[in-house]
């Protein structure tokens, strides 16, 4: 079986879910390595990567790594795939990941695949376009397929590797350190997962008609442990931040669950949640088109359903 | 300062978008053209530093002749000038391509600066502006929702998953912005009669020094393998609240095991 590099993404020393899933997918294709750029690497770290079927771990134990913007990691990973020569690279389809991707793309030559929700023998990975009109199967006919895969593509399922570490000496290039980051700042937003990971996301839109009313969004979310999400009428009409919008021009998200309170399902919309695996409607129009992606749909006042579904999940737990 | 903005002509997302079943590439001629949304606050972002900072907003797109439409609309809101780079050899470029076509076209004009937005509403790649300062050399200032420029020095917010990064460079750089970061100003009467007489440059392949084997359709680094119409969704079940919508919603999540 052939190599395959998974990009760790963490904060904190944390592991985010993504990565897992990542290594999950690698090992139905070959043997996963991750790599791990920056500090934080700890015991539990490298003990979960092994759980999940890392059978190496390259670990890249620099501030330099992480404190200029993206060219480092894309160098780290341009080394490893020159040393290595695995079969493909994986990196999380988050902005940042894509930007990685990007530029190691170009540092080796290589194709790349971007917002991939599956990904099969030959690294053929599935896509879905045009707001999800359009799925189109694509693969990387030059270098080292690079494919940046959605978060919740897939289960994440442990199975042990080796999780053999392998420390890689990194000094950045002087070009790579152009961009530095002199601050991070974390704005807060409370114990909700973040938006494009959740496996749950709960959003409001036009329907809710106040950033007050915003709470009964939040507190259906609270009781299934989701992210909120918001469209595009409601963070323009500033009831909800606009970290939050998910849509075209905002995040894109595929969980397992998502919930749209009324939000009427513009294109605009759900070309950000249209690969979502169940999708639930609350509008009080029949005729809104999120309904016609519906799994379950309530056409009724969803300052009546919603507050009642809460109550209900409360009650069931 | 020299600034160059990078537009993109899209296909309006209120129309239904298409693969050509010949090529797979995007069926650009059965839509209407529109500029990327995204673009229009780097365009905006791009005057502001002008009105700030002095110097000229150079407009550049790569696309066909019908996108000239796209440079009208950015001189109209108050850019200088404007360079379409067009061939035909550069149709079907990928993301790679392009990144290298637009490279050298911005190697030719020169630049202080170069703003994009954050991705275009067609391919949705988002890989553009990291690409271009891979390949120019110049810092990554991408993703930004707040550009400061001061002299030689920049500086931008880049949002992050739990914020944002307080990021600092010097010019010249590539900078892509988010939506947000700004209003976009609506052409005046007055801008769209004056930007019909603003020169925009012609740029062919050989005129930018693009290697035409390294562009287009045929040298693409990936490909789609098949494409079609996404399925219907299974049609679901829809209830009308008499009472216990939230209760019949909750049932359906039980039965799928989500409570």
Redesign the interface.
């Known amino acids: 079986m052939s190599e395959i590099l998974v990009l760790v993404e963490h904060v904190d020393g944390e592991i985010k879910k993504v990565t897992l899933e990542l290594l999950t997918l690698a090992r139905t294709l070959g043997e996963p390595s991750a790599v791990w750029a920056g500090p934080g690497c700890g015991d539990a770290a490298k003990a979960k990567l092994a759980e999940y079927g890392a059978d190496k771990i390259y670990v890249a134990d620099s501030d330099e790594v992480v404190n200029y913007v993206v060219a480092p990691k894309a160098e780290l990973l341009a080394r490893l795939v020159a040393d290595k020569s695995p079969a493909a690279v994986l990196v999380a389809s988050t902005i940042e990941g894509k930007e990685v991707a990007g530029r190691l793309a170009v540092k080796t030559d290589s194709g790349v695949i971007t917002d991939a929700v599956g990904l099969g023998e030959g690294f053929v990975a599935d896509q879905s376009i045009f707001g999800g009109g359009v799925n189109v199967r694509s693969r990387v006919t030059k270098g080292t397929p690079i494919v940046a895969v959605r978060p919740n593509s897939t289960a994440p399922v442990a199975a042990a590797g080796a999780g053999a570490e392998e420390k890689v000496e990194v000094a950045p290039s002087e070009a790579a350190r152009a961009a530095k980051i002199v601050e991070r700042v974390k704005e807060e937003k409370g114990a909700r997962p973040e938006l494009t990971e959740a496996a749950i996301v709960v959003s409001g839109g036009r329907g809710v008609g106040s950033a007050e009313n915003f709470a009964i969004i939040e507190k259906l979310a609270d009781s299934l442990g989701a992210a909120v999400g918001a469209s595009r009428a409601a963070t323009d009409a500033k009831w909800y931040p606009h970290q939050f919008q998910v849509g075209q021009t905002g995040k894109t998200v595929s969980p397992q669950l998502y919930i749209a309170a009324g939000i009427s399902g513009a294109i605009q919309h759900r070309a950000g949640m249209q690969t979502s695996k169940t999708i639930i409607v609350v509008n009080k129009d029949p005729e809104a088109p999120i309904f016609e992606i519906a799994d379950f749909g309530v056409v009724g006042d969803l300052f009546q359903v919603v507050p009642q579904l809460t109550e209900e999940i409360e009650k069931r737990k | 300062m020299n600034i160059v903005v990078c537009v993109k002509q899209v296909p309006d ?2 129309t ?4 050509r079943p010949d090529d797979k590439t995007l069926d650009r001629d059965a839509v209407d053209g529109v500029v990327n ?2 673009d229009e606050y780097a365009v905006e972002e791009a005057l502001r530093l002008k009105e700030a900072h002095g110097g000229e907003v150079t407009v550049l797109t790569m696309g066909p002749a019908k996108a000239t439409e796209t440079i009208r609309k950015a001189l109209a809101m108050g850019a200088d000038k404007a360079v379409h780079l067009s061939d035909d050899a550069l149709h079907g470029s ?3 391509s392009t ?1 290298y076509a637009m490279a050298q076209a911005l190697k030719k004009i020169g630049f202080d600066l170069v703003i994009l937005g ?1 991705e275009s ?2 391919a ?8 271009l ?3 120019l ?7 930004a929702r707040k550009v400061e420029v001061n002299g030689s020095a920049i500086a931008i ?14 010019l010249p ?1 590539v900078v892509s912005v988010v ?2 970061i700004n209003e976009p100003r609506y052409p005046s009467f007055k801008g769209i009669m004056a930007a019909k007489k603003k020169p925009v440059e012609a740029l062919g392949i050989a005129d930018a020094s693009v290697d035409a084997s390294a562009v287009g359709l045929a040298a ?11 399925p ?3 049609a ?6 008499e ?8 049932d ?3 039965s ?1 095991k ?2």
Do not use: H, W
């Open positions: 997302t209120a239904e978008r298409k693969l949304e995204l990928d993301a790679l990144s954050s509403t067609d949705r790649t988002g890989v553009l502006a990291a690409m300062a891979e390949r050399g110049a810092p990554q200032l991408t993703l917010e880049r949002i992050t998953d739990y914020g944002y990064d307080k990021v600092e460079a010097t750089a939506e947000k693409a680094y990936s490909e789609v393998a098949e494409f079609a119409a996404a219907p969704r299974a679901g079940t829809i209830v009308k609240d009472g216990d919508g939230g209760v019949k919603a909750a359906f999540l039980a799928k989500f409570i």
